[in-house]
Nanobody, 117 residues
Framework: VQLVESGGGLVQAGGSLSLSCRASGSIFLSLGTMGWYRQAPGKQRELVATITRDGGTTYADSVKGRFTISRDGAKNTEYLQMNSLKPEDSAVYYC???????????WGKGTLVTVSS
């Protein structure tokens, strides 16, 4: 499974960015839970949001109401719309696909998001 993120960049506080992640390499991709995680310098990687194959979503408390995760099953692509960005949202954002039955995780290489104050 290969995951390729895009859409990171530099934005001012209060602005918006949209990330996307295209997955390929398995016919079972639509069965997995897709998610976004982030890692800021000196900090552990943390969950941002997840979306199941049925569209169920979860969000970190710090992004609720500001970020929206979605997926397009036909394109094996997930998205993260980030609004009202804050400097503390600055991090490398990683795309993830999790297969519960197999207990496996796949990761993208990450895309950098920088929010200036």
């Amino acid at each position: 499974v290969q995951l390729v993120e895009s859409g990171g960049g530099l934005v001012q506080a209060g602005g918006s960015l949209s990330l996307s992640c295209r997955a390929s390499g398995s016919i079972f991709l639509s069965l997995g839970t897709m998610g976004w995680y982030r890692q800021a310098p000196g900090k552990q990687r943390e969950l941002v949001a997840t979306i199941t194959r049925d569209g169920g979503t979860t969000y970190a408390d710090s992004v609720k109401g500001r970020f929206t995760i979605s997926r397009d099953g036909a394109k094996n692509t997930e998205y993260l719309q980030m609004n009202s960005l804050k400097p503390e949202d600055s991090a490398v954002y990683y795309c993830n696909v999790h297969f519960t039955a197999a207990g496996t995780d796949y990761w993208g290489k990450g895309t950098l998001v920088t929010v200036s104050s």
